[in-house]
């Protein structure tokens, strides 16, 4: 008999509790089980109960975001990203995560296993990885802690993104006090498989070996899914060894491997490990399968000795996949694996019944029906208490004429272009390997969405990641509606149709009824934007919990975008200003309110006002005259007007483009601080060649969409009527100064 | 004659299908991958050793590939005067191989860089160069963390009187400037050539500039250098 077993806990509820769960869901697992669960059990429920795998405060929500769709080839949450029908036999998974909680705690290995975790979720299904983003979230730069995080959070991703070799094509990264201590880290992948081609995450076939590959397990990042599921604390410090260790290489070499295996054909089922690992991965596949299985975790290959049953199957070491084969044919996946120097082991078996069941050491140390773990079977889900937070009405009613509005419009300006939250992040992308794998069209800078090409086709793929969370906090509905839509905006100004997103949803702690309130709203936005613009959800990522003792972050629910380009050479747009002489033009919404803006952020210091007003059917209509604009090859030039307004829309433009413009907003309506830095919504500023103007103008007039000429471009200064006259060189120092100078203090 | 290349695939490389691309499809030569366990290298007239991370690298770039059995056969391979190009962590393993002089260090400033850079070209006495223009500019991107290339002194008056070395990073019109060289290499050394002049090492990626779409296509008149040598040869 092994000592291990003698020094196990005694289970009672005291240590359920010390596991994260509550005493009904103890009592859960009792009816489950008949009888109190051994040690290994608990762990496995504590993690598979944890809000990180079970969603259970989440799902119910979920569930009501349209999840319908002609091009979805699976349903959202049915397998481990969406798969969209891109056409020409081709389908894109993508899918968003976060790694919020370890880059908090060791923001470089955090990152840099975030980025691992959601490649794998995409080549698992038997799609090669072809695009990444990134969406972060800072505090103040001004703290060095900040920086710090910052600084790390950006090696992680470039060591492990460069070394496996996929191009960082976009991502967004916002700096508020309001993520101080609770830094967010969503990482995005996007991969390409042909129609028929893609493995699930089942097990079937009664009889058939069960196989684990990839790197050995050790004890890192055990307990990671739980430590996610709370919130940040002083004493998070202590749980640094809850962060898994990354290795970019053998990620490789699994992917490689794991798309060479599936191609002998004799592959059943496959998934990946990453959130409570071997505990997760199996039982996840036996539910989906409607069976049972066996394990022996005596066969496991380990990198340390002496580990426990619960500490192997509670693991998350990185790099390793679970694969159901034919019966027989397991040495063919043994073979390819042992080409590419990784384990690859049979572990265990596919039987009759509902249970999963680990052996060790000739015992059985955990019995439990498959189903009663998972998500979608009998992990609980909650409704939770959900309450207006107070503050709301306070901030949406600030009048923003009260404040004192300075007339010195270039100081404003380029104040805005050297906001940390504007300025470029050539700084950050600049250690991304965005170019590998010859694909991207359209790299992180100076572009409204990453792009890039399919080989083979002539369709490309745009992809963007987009959330305000100022906006969320200010009016947690409109917030979330603008998410969509933004997100959606900016994949048409490169020329894509949008077709659907992935979201990854960073929230407080939803115990809280404040909390859960603004949850639910930013959600029932997100729906109604989805379903407006016709891009249902395949799928995403909760992370609750995200706290500092002061308070939770701003609510941000990030969109993670896909859009198709039909004629990726003929239709690819991008927003720099092209030629001399070309006219500039308006197209959009008037340009009022200056609620949450950047403009009261960076000037004011205030974060306040109501989010500004969308029209979800003007939205609509605004992005298919404007995509269909672009296809007509009329326009030389389209930037989405986001933060920082109408005069940073110009300023960027011309940075871009190293074109300046004369332009002059005696047409627009409403103050001179509001027409040049409201961010008012379904706005953009587009450019072409002086004759094509009419045809312009007519075909927007055509769609009810208001547009006007208001300038041309030209020479090296941009002028905006006689409120701002700076030369491009001067905007540029600031624009791309900021963030080097900030982190190089 | 379609030429016959060979692309070595190390089990971290990843820009194997990016060369294999530009030969194959842009190039349109018979394009073949050689696997890092091969030990022979067959009938090919240029072999490409390619970007990536080729065994993780997490000792020095290049340190353990050099032991490769495909590395025992790129050293005969050369011996025998046939042509190899390394590029990005090609030249990284070429130099640890001795087949290149020099090292290389981490950049300057510690970090990762990607962007497109200008080179020039420093002299069209090679095979690999004698189709363009000395002074040519060419603009290719860089992906590198390790690229600050280095070599004593003597070492590099060695190059200089052998001229050996190919490309030197410069600004948009060719002027060789401490700020056109980001990463901080001796005398802004961009790519060698070894004494006999059948290998090529180079940070930059002219495999990665070879379509107007993808923002360059000035790795096109460098390859097609190189196959006009190799049709002369």
Same mark, same amino acid.
């Given at each position: 008999?092994?000592?291990?077993?003698?020094?196990?806990?005694?289970?009672?509820?005291?240590?359920?509790?010390?596991?994260?769960?509550?005493?009904?869901?103890?009592?859960?697992?009792?009816?489950?089980?008949?009888?109190?669960?051994?040690?290994?059990?608990?762990?496995?429920?504590?993690?598979?109960?944890?809000?990180?795998?079970?969603?259970?405060?989440?799902?119910?929500?979920?569930?009501?975001?349209?999840?319908?769709?002609?091009?979805?080839?699976?349903?959202?949450?049915?397998?481990?990203?969406?798969?969209?029908?891109?056409?020409?036999?081709?389908?894109?998974?993508?899918?968003?995560?976060?790694?919020?909680?370890?880059?908090?705690?060791?923001?470089?290995?955090?990152?840099?296993?975030?980025?691992?975790?959601?490649?794998?979720?995409?080549?698992?299904?038997?799609?090669?990885?072809?695009?990444?983003?990134?969406?972060?979230?800072?505090?103040?730069?001004?703290?060095?802690?900040?920086?710090?995080?910052?600084?790390?959070?950006?090696?992680?991703?470039?060591?492990?993104?460069?070394?496996?070799?996929?191009?960082?094509?976009?991502?967004?990264?916002?700096?508020?006090?309001?993520?101080?201590?609770?830094?967010?880290?969503?990482?995005?992948?996007?991969?390409?498989?042909?129609?028929?081609?893609?493995?699930?995450?089942?097990?079937?076939?009664?009889?058939?070996?069960?196989?684990?590959?990839?790197?050995?397990?050790?004890?890192? /990042?055990?307990?990671?899914?739980?430590?996610?599921?709370?919130?940040?604390?002083?004493?998070?410090?202590?749980?640094?060894?809850?962060?898994?260790?990354?290795?970019?290489?053998?990620?490789?070499?699994?992917?490689?491997?794991?798309?060479?295996?599936?191609?002998?054909?004799?592959?059943?089922?496959?998934?990946?490990?990453?959130?409570?690992?071997?505990?997760?991965?199996?039982?996840?596949?036996?539910?989906?399968?409607?069976?049972?299985?066996?394990?022996?975790?005596?066969?496991?290959?380990?990198?340390?000795?002496?580990?426990?049953?619960?500490?192997?199957?509670?693991?998350?070491?990185?790099?390793?996949?679970?694969?159901?084969?034919?019966?027989?044919?397991?040495?063919?996946?043994?073979?390819?694996?042992?080409?590419?120097?990784?384990?690859?082991?049979?572990?265990?078996?596919?039987?009759? /019944?509902?249970?999963?069941?680990?052996?060790?050491?000739?015992?059985?140390?955990?019995?439990?029906?498959?189903?009663?773990?998972?998500?979608?079977? /009998?992990?609980?889900?909650?409704?939770?208490?959900?309450?207006?937070?107070?503050?709301?009405?306070?901030?949406?009613?600030?009048?923003?004429?009260?404040?004192?509005?300075?007339?010195?419009?270039?100081?404003?300006?380029?104040?805005?272009?050297?906001?940390?939250?504007?300025?470029?992040?050539?700084?950050?992308?600049?250690?991304?390997?965005?170019?590998?794998?010859?694909?991207?069209?359209?790299?992180?800078?100076?572009?409204?969405?990453?792009?890039?090409?399919?080989?083979?086709?002539?369709?490309?793929?745009?992809?963007?990641?987009?959330?305000?969370?100022?906006?969320?906090?200010?009016?947690?509905?409109?917030?979330?509606?603008?998410?969509?839509?933004?997100?959606?905006?900016?994949?048409?100004?490169?020329?894509?149709?949008?077709?659907?997103?992935?979201?990854?949803?960073?929230?407080?702690?939803?115990?809280?009824?404040?909390?859960?309130?603004?949850?639910?709203?930013?959600?029932?936005?997100?729906?109604?934007?989805?379903?407006?613009?016709?891009?249902?959800?395949?799928?995403?990522?909760?992370?609750?919990?995200?706290?500092?003792?002061?308070?939770?972050?701003?609510?941000?629910?990030?969109?993670?975008?896909?859009?198709?380009?039909?004629?990726?050479?003929?239709?690819?747009?991008?927003?720099?200003?092209?030629?001399?002489?070309?006219?500039?033009?308006?197209?959009?919404?008037?340009?009022?309110?200056?609620?949450?803006?950047?403009?009261?952020?960076?000037?004011?210091?205030?974060?306040?006002?109501?989010?500004?007003?969308?029209?979800?059917?003007?939205?609509?209509?605004?992005?298919?005259?404007?995509?269909?604009?672009?296809?007509?090859?009329?326009?030389?030039?389209?930037?989405?007007?986001?933060?920082?307004?109408?005069?940073?829309?110009?300023?960027?433009?011309?940075?871009?483009?190293?074109?300046?413009?004369?332009?002059?907003?005696?047409?627009?309506?409403?103050?001179?601080?509001?027409?040049?830095?409201?961010?008012?919504?379904?706005?953009?500023?587009?450019?072409?060649?002086?004759?094509?103007?009419?045809?312009?103008?007519?075909?927007?007039?055509?769609?009810?969409?208001?547009?006007?000429?208001?300038?041309?471009?030209?020479?090296?200064?941009?002028?905006?009527?006689?409120?701002?006259?700076?030369?491009?060189?001067?905007?540029?120092?600031?624009?791309? /100064?900021?963030?080097?100078?900030?982190?190089?203090? | 004659?379609?030429?016959?290349?060979?692309?070595?695939?190390?089990?971290?490389?990843?820009?194997?299908?990016?060369?294999?691309?530009?030969?194959?499809?842009?190039?349109?030569?018979?394009?073949?991958?050689?696997?890092?366990?091969?030990?022979?290298?067959?009938?090919?007239?240029?072999?490409?050793?390619?970007?990536?991370?080729?065994?993780?690298?997490?000792?020095?770039?290049?340190?353990?590939?050099?032991?490769?059995?495909?590395?025992?056969?790129?050293?005969?391979?050369?011996?025998?005067?046939?042509?190899?190009?390394?590029?990005?962590?090609?030249?990284?393993?070429?130099?640890?191989?001795?087949?290149?002089?020099?090292?290389?260090?981490?950049?300057?400033?510690?970090?990762?860089?990607?962007?497109?850079?200008?080179?020039?070209?420093?002299?069209?006495?090679?095979?690999?160069?004698?189709?363009?223009?000395?002074?040519?500019?060419?603009?290719?991107?860089?992906?590198?963390?390790?690229?600050?290339?280095?070599?004593?002194?003597?070492?590099?008056?060695?190059?200089?009187?052998?001229?050996?070395?190919?490309?030197?990073?410069?600004?948009?019109?060719?002027?060789?400037?401490?700020?056109?060289?980001?990463?901080?290499?001796?005398?802004?050394?961009?790519?060698?050539?070894?004494?006999?002049?059948?290998?090529?090492?180079?940070?930059?990626?002219?495999?990665?500039?070879?379509?107007?779409?993808?923002?360059?296509?000035?790795?096109?008149?460098?390859?097609?250098?190189?196959?006009?040598?190799?049709?002369?040869?």
């Amino acid at each position: 008999m092994s000592q291990t077993t003698l020094q196990e806990p005694e289970v009672n509820l005291e240590l359920a509790i010390d596991h994260g769960l509550t005493e009904d869901e103890y009592e859960m697992i009792k009816d489950y089980l008949g009888r109190t669960p051994t040690f290994t059990e608990l762990g496995v429920y504590s993690v598979m109960w944890s809000e990180h795998c079970s969603y259970k405060n989440s799902i119910l929500e979920i569930k009501k975001l349209p999840r319908e769709g002609d091009q979805l080839l699976v349903g959202a949450g049915e397998e481990n990203a969406g798969l969209v029908d891109i056409g020409d036999g081709l389908a894109c998974a993508f899918k968003i995560e976060s790694h919020n909680h370890p880059s908090a705690i060791e923001p470089y290995e955090g990152a840099a296993t975030g980025v691992g975790g959601i490649h794998r979720d995409i080549f698992t299904m038997g799609a090669r990885p072809v695009a990444s983003l990134n969406s972060l979230r800072f505090g103040d730069m001004e703290n060095p802690r900040v920086r710090y995080l910052l600084d790390g959070v950006v090696r992680g991703i470039s060591d492990y993104g460069n070394s496996f070799g996929i191009p960082m094509v976009g991502g967004e990264i916002y700096f508020d006090e309001a993520y101080e201590g609770n830094p967010l880290v969503n990482a995005m992948s996007v991969g390409i498989v042909k129609v028929g081609e893609t493995a699930s995450a089942i097990a079937e076939g009664i009889g058939n070996p069960v196989l684990i590959v990839g790197s050995s397990t050790g004890r890192d /990042g055990i307990h990671g899914a739980t430590f996610a599921s709370e919130d940040i604390s002083e004493e998070s410090e202590a749980k640094r060894p809850s962060v898994q260790v990354g290795d970019p290489f053998t990620e490789k070499l699994l992917l490689e491997a794991s798309l060479e295996a599936l191609k002998t054909g004799a592959i059943v089922g496959m998934q990946d490990m990453g959130a409570a690992g071997i505990a997760c991965s199996s039982s996840e596949m036996t539910a989906k399968g409607g069976l049972g299985m066996n394990m022996d975790l005596d066969k496991i290959p380990m990198r340390e000795e002496g580990m426990t049953s619960y500490e192997i199957l509670l693991s998350e070491s990185q790099e390793r996949m679970l694969i159901v084969a034919e019966k027989g044919r397991e040495q063919e996946i043994i073979d390819v694996y042992e080409k590419w120097d990784l384990n690859a082991v049979v572990c265990g078996e596919v039987v009759e /019944g509902d249970r999963v069941t680990y052996w060790k050491d000739g015992e059985v140390k955990a019995d439990m029906p498959a189903d009663s773990l998972v998500l979608g079977g /009998g992990a609980p889900q909650y409704v939770r208490e959900a309450k207006k937070p107070e503050y709301l009405d306070t901030v949406q009613n600030f009048d923003t004429d009260t404040l004192q509005h300075s007339d010195d419009f270039k100081t404003i300006l380029l104040d805005l272009l050297n906001a940390p939250n504007i300025a470029s992040k050539r700084w950050v992308h600049e250690q991304y390997d965005t170019t590998v794998r010859t694909n991207t069209v359209n790299a992180p800078g100076a572009s409204d969405s990453g792009l890039i090409r399919i080989k083979d086709s002539k369709k490309g793929l745009a992809v963007k990641t987009d959330c305000n969370g100022r906006y969320v906090y200010l009016n947690p509905r409109k917030g979330g509606q603008i998410a969509v839509a933004e997100s959606a905006r900016n994949v048409v100004c490169s020329g894509a149709k949008p077709v659907a997103i992935t979201n990854c949803l960073n929230f407080g702690n939803p115990y809280k009824p404040d909390v859960y309130w603004t949850f639910k709203e930013a959600l029932g936005g997100m729906g109604d934007a989805c379903r407006k613009l016709n891009t249902p959800v395949t799928g995403g990522n909760v992370s609750f919990y995200n706290e500092n003792p002061k308070g939770a972050i701003f609510p941000t629910p990030v969109i993670g975008m896909l859009g198709i380009v039909e004629d990726v050479e003929k239709h690819r747009m991008t927003p720099g200003f092209k030629n001399d002489g070309d006219a500039v033009l308006y197209i959009g919404a008037e340009r009022k309110g200056l609620g949450g803006s950047e403009y009261l952020n960076t000037i004011h210091h205030l974060t306040t006002g109501d989010t500004p007003d969308i029209d979800l059917d003007f939205e609509a209509i605004l992005q298919e005259s404007l995509l269909e604009a672009i296809k007509s090859g009329n326009l030389n030039a389209v930037h989405d007007i986001s933060d920082g307004g109408l005069a940073t829309t110009l300023a960027e433009m011309a940075i871009f483009g190293a074109k300046g413009a004369d332009v002059s907003i005696d047409d627009f309506a409403g103050s001179l601080h509001e027409i040049l830095f409201s961010e008012a919504q379904s706005g953009a500023v587009i450019s072409c060649d002086p004759e094509k103007v009419e045809a312009v103008s007519d075909h927007f007039k055509k769609f009810n969409i208001p547009v006007h000429e208001f300038g041309t471009v030209g020479g090296s200064e941009l002028t905006i009527n006689d409120v701002v006259s700076i030369q491009i060189s001067e905007m540029s120092n600031r624009y791309e /100064g900021a963030i080097p100078k900030a982190m190089e203090v | 004659m379609s030429k016959k290349i060979g692309v070595i695939v190390f089990p971290g490389s990843n820009c194997d299908h990016d060369a294999y691309h530009a030969m194959k499809h842009v190039m349109n030569a018979d394009t073949t991958f050689l696997w890092h366990k091969d030990k022979e290298i067959g009938d090919l007239d240029l072999v490409i050793v390619p970007g990536g991370f080729s065994y993780g690298d997490y000792l020095r770039s290049g340190a353990i590939a050099r032991f490769s059995p495909i590395m025992e056969a790129v050293q005969d391979y050369v011996k025998k005067g046939f042509p190899v190009l390394g590029i990005c962590n090609g030249f990284q393993i070429l130099l640890e191989a001795g087949l290149l002089p020099g090292a290389m260090l981490h950049n300057e400033k510690l970090r990762f860089v990607c962007k497109n850079v200008n080179i020039r070209v420093e002299n069209n006495r090679s095979l690999f160069t004698s189709g363009m223009k000395e002074g040519t500019v060419l603009n290719v991107p860089v992906s590198h963390g390790e690229g600050n290339y280095f070599i004593d002194d003597e070492g590099l008056s060695d190059l200089k009187e052998h001229e050996q070395i190919a490309f030197r990073y410069c600004d948009a019109n060719g002027n060789v400037t401490q700020e056109a060289n980001f990463n901080g290499s001796v005398d802004s050394i961009a790519g060698i050539i070894n004494k006999q002049g059948n290998v090529l090492g180079m940070m930059p990626h002219p495999e990665r500039a070879m379509e107007p779409l993808l923002g360059s296509s000035d790795g096109i008149p460098f390859f097609e250098s190189i196959f006009n040598s190799l049709q002369l040869a």
